[in-house]
């Protein structure tokens, strides 16, 4: 009974797995949508590809259905013809041979006697961006740049340009460049426009220089055409006429005399895109007559005016290149600063620009009214905004040095109020202040100090100790207030822990009998209980100073600074020049070069007569500053919560980015800042006296010869002792030069290869790199960023690398700081490395040789400072003054 119910089981099972062989197992909405585009019912097949379309749109892969979609193309219905050019175009690239299949129903399309339909087929053909296509695309796109109807002619236009991006040889073959000149004499205005924008277009791309050149009877065109065009034409139009070069100043003036119209325009951009042509000129020096350019600047006025007061975009749009244009022209806007008045209900970001632009625009005349708006902007709810309008302030202490004083007596008002963050960035501000002007406004020091205990942030403890140390021989109590400091030491910052050491090396130099213990306490903690590699140096630094020779210490430490500079430069000049021709678009904004933008690469002029030969700068224009502060690569090497590294800002104050950089340009300290003081240049004397403690002045010191804790000061500067130079470090003769490795070969970095070498010269870490580009694109966008190390390696400055042309190499030297999140690796010396650029992420390792990190085996005793600051006995074999000294 039992095998009989087995063999019935199986025979059931065998008829069930026949019955599933022939079964269809095609399920799923795909499958239905492929049997209702096949339908015989038109409306279900028009539905149907609204279906598809709709899949396709939300991300959904509907490619399986190509086929079928493009059966659909021959039908006398534009709206479904849309739909499926539509499908087309997105789905080509993936179903490059099933495209072909389409070209017969294009060509159709072009004969069309519907423009609509004749225009739709040309312009989806310059869509499709795939090799097989473009030899069918000649002739159709020849019979559309002579066709009768305007609108045809003008989506032809901007064909030729995509045309010239897949196959530039085919497109110069053809003559289609030489038709689109001949185009720009259309009697319709946007098929001028459209042809402008195409030439543009090619030109930029191009390689051969000379293929838009403007003539006297082409350059009227385009100023006749310029009244009847579209706002997008005229901003073409306008584009070009910046990048043209006048023939004389006459011509100059009469293209600005046709131009000025567009002022009063009510489309922003029309407006900017004017603005750029009126100070592309003026930069450049076509128009030099004084009367001219009087006239200019009264009539660019109100129209940036009504700009700053559209919505709050615009707004911010504008008031981004208003900067830009105030630092190349002040005079322009220099009557209406009240406009730039902040309101209520501005957005932050158009508030923080306003800032910027009343300190551009503030001088003696109206600082006393700008002072008194930012006095009240300080009692707003908007912390951010508070902060920045007290440092708007001090910039214009730093700016104007007759209003130094109202500034200053502005700051003490603000610090009498008692708000905690508006007294930390007063402290902060007052310490550029007496950075810029020295030995001045001491009297503030004393309203300073009384808030010692009210400080809870490391950039105001930092400033305030830099403030006491500076002026320690003023204040009778300096040791008590960085005592109160220096009991908390260990969990202070580390921007706090460095200036501290100054401070009090700085108190030990000018009172020695008020510091000798503070000085011994903070130097043998630092060396013994800190992590920080910048901190221990420092220690080290100052401590074999004192010990070898205190009045090279006191003439190296107690050096006159130099006065900081006025932070009122947005960029560089050598940038600026290069954003003044791109005003209205990304890169005026961003304040970055336009070629990270996709775009408007190398020399863009364009002559009334042949283009000379000149090499264009394709790396974009040198000097480029990034502000702001961000994490270049966004990205993390493991899962924790590692702090960033960040990218410092420029000299001058910042731009942004970035972003895609920081926009709002948040007056941050630099990466990698190890002080508030910026780095002074020494006097000649002081260099001699440095360079007689270095031993002959060789700057390579060997790291075998630390000082030993068995050496005292007798014999410590002895020549027999082997111990010359800083506090017992032996000179030796310059080292090797070590040799760039390959650490991402090409094949890894999609054609991109780095070669490098970390090298340490003068105490100081750097990572030398090379960037080849073997790939036939440029490589543009390039950042770099360490994962958390043994030693806190950071780079504390971008890649200074605009643009790396196919095939070319770039060299760049990174500077590194020790200052960045520490984490023990295996080996000690594994450093791992992410690279960016426009292609992607690329990651890799490298182990760094143990030399470039050697330190003292055995940590020196700490010295006892009793000093004679007096005693300045010039016998090499002398002590200094250290009598009983041991190191």
């Known amino acids: ?120 087929a040309i312009r989806t053909m310059g869509c499709l961006r795939v090799e097989e296509i473009t030899n069918y695309l000649c002739e159709p796109l020849r019979k559309c740049l002579r066709d009768d109807n305007p609108y045809v002619r003008k989506t032809a236009a901007i064909c030729v340009a995509k045309l010239y991006d897949l196959n530039p040889q085919l497109t110069v073959d053809n003559g289609f460049v030489a038709t689109l000149q001949e185009m720009i004499s259309d009697s319709n205005p946007v098929v001028v ?65 046709r131009v000025i119209p567009r002022l009063q325009h009510a489309n922003a951009s029309v407006v900017l895109s004017a603005v750029k042509v009126f100070m592309v000129y003026m930069n450049q020096n076509y128009i030099t007559s004084e009367k001219t350019i009087n006239l200019i600047v009264k ?27 105030l630092q190349k022209r002040s005079d322009i806007l220099s009557q209406e600063i009240r406009v730039f008045f902040c309101k209520y209900n501005d957005p932050p970001y158009v508030k923080l620009e306003k800032l910027e632009v009343m300190i551009q625009l503030c001088n003696d005349k109206n600082v006393d009214q700008v002072l008194s708006e930012f006095k009240e902007y300080c009692n707003e709810v908007d912390v951010d905004f508070v902060r920045r309008s007290v440092r708007a302030i001090g910039r214009c202490a730093i700016k104007l040095e007759s209003a130094a004083e109202r500034c ?73 207030l960085l005592e109160f400091f220096l009991e908390g030491f260990k969990e202070e910052s580390s921007m706090v822990q460095l200036q501290l050491i100054t401070a009090i090396v700085k108190l030990f130099l000018k009172k020695p009998s008020q510091a000798q213990d503070s000085v011994q306490k903070i130097l043998q903690t630092a060396t013994q209980s800190c992590d920080n590699p910048d901190i221990r140096d420092r220690a080290y630094i100052y401590w074999r100073l004192l010990s070898t020779n205190p009045q090279a210490a006191k003439t190296v430490v107690l050096a006159e600074k130099p006065p900081i500079e006025s932070h009122t430069k947005i960029v560089s000049d050598s940038l600026l020049d290069e954003l003044i021709a791109n005003i209205g678009t990304l890169a005026s904004v961003y304040y970055k070069p336009a070629s990270l933008f996709g775009g408007r690469t190398g020399d863009n002029k364009i002559f009334s007569t042949p283009a000379e030969d000149a090499n264009a700068d394709i790396e974009g224009v040198p000097g480029t500053t990034i502000g702001g502060v961000e994490n270049l690569l966004d990205l993390d090497f493991d899962d924790s919560s590692a702090q960033k590294s960040s990218t410092p800002p420029s000299a001058a104050p910042k731009s942004g980015m970035n972003d ?8 941050v300290p630099p990466m990698g800042n190890t002080g508030l003081s910026q780095p002074s240049t020494p006097s000649n004397n002081v260099q001699n006296d440095l360079l007689s403690i270095l031993g002959g002045g060789n700057n390579t010191m060997s790291s075998s010869n630390i000082m030993s804790p068995g050496l005292n000061s007798n014999n410590l500067m002895s020549p027999n002792s082997g111990l010359g130079g800083l506090g017992g470090l032996s000179m030796m003769s310059q080292p090797q030069q070590p040799q760039k490795t390959v ?32 790939t036939a694109q440029p490589l543009s966008e390039i950042a770099i960023q360490f994962n958390k190390n043994t030693y806190g390696l950071i780079p504390l400055a971008p890649i200074g690398i605009n643009v790396i042309p196919p095939n070319e190499s770039r060299d760049f030297t990174l500077p590194l700081g020790t200052n960045g999140p520490v984490q023990q690796m295996n080996p000690p010396t594994l450093l791992q490395i992410a690279v960016k650029n426009n292609l992607g992420v690329y990651y890799f390792q490298h182990v760094l040789p143990t030399s470039l990190f050697e330190t003292p085996s055995t940590t020196p005793s700490m010295p006892s400072f009793g000093m004679n600051m007096n005693n ?8 200094n003054g250290l009598d009983g000294l041991l190191i």
């Open 1 to 120: 009974m039992q095998a009989a119910v087995t063999k019935f089981t199986q025979n059931a099972l065998a008829d069930l797995r026949r019955q599933n062989f022939f079964s269809t197992a095609k399920k799923g909405e795909n499958f239905e949508l492929k049997a209702d585009l096949n339908s015989e019912y038109k409306e279900r097949r028009k539905d149907t590809v609204k279906r598809v379309i709709a899949n396709m749109t939300i991300g959904k892969d509907v490619s399986s259905l190509f086929a079928d979609v493009v059966k659909n193309m021959q039908t006398d219905d534009i709206e479904l013809k849309k739909l499926v050019y539509l499908y087309l175009i997105n789905y080509a690239k993936s179903q490059p041979e099933l495209v072909i299949l389409a070209v017969n129903t294009f060509v159709k399309d072009t004969d069309d006697p519907n423009p609509l339909i004749r225009a739709l």
């Open 193 to 257: 426009a459209n042809a402008v924008a195409a030439l543009s277009e090619i030109n930029d791309s191009s390689t051969q220089k000379g293929l838009f050149n403007i003539n006297n009877s082409i350059l009227l065109k385009l100023l006749a055409a310029l009244n009847e065009s579209t706002e997008w034409g005229q901003i073409c139009i306008l584009t070009t006429l910046a990048d043209y070069v006048p023939v004389d100043e006459k011509e100059a003036e009469n293209i600005v005399e």
């Open 299 to 325: 009539k660019m006025t109100p129209p940036l005016v009504t700009l700053v007061s559209d919505h709050s975009e615009i707004q911010y749009v504008a008031l981004r290149n208003i900067n830009l244009i």
């Open 408 to 480: 200053v007596n502005v700051l003490l008002e603000l610090i009498s109020s008692h708000v905690n963050y508006v007294l930390q960035e007063a402290i902060v501000v007052m310490k550029d202040i007496f950075r810029k002007y020295p030995h001045s406004y001491e009297g503030v020091i004393v309203n300073l100090c009384k808030n010692l205990e009210s400080l809870d942030e490391p950039e105001a403890k930092a400033s305030l100790i830099w403030i006491i140390g500076e002026y320690a021989e003023k204040i009778d109590n300096a040791n008590e």
């Open 660 to 667: 895609l950089l920081d926009l709002l340009n948040d007056d």
């Open 743 to 774: 650490m991402l070969p090409a094949n890894e970095g999609k054609g991109m290869e780095i070669s490098a070498v970390f090298v340490k010269r003068q105490n100081k870490f750097f990572m030398e790199l090379t960037f080849s580009n073997k």
């Open 872 to 879: 300045n006995n010039n016998n090499n074999n002398s002590n």
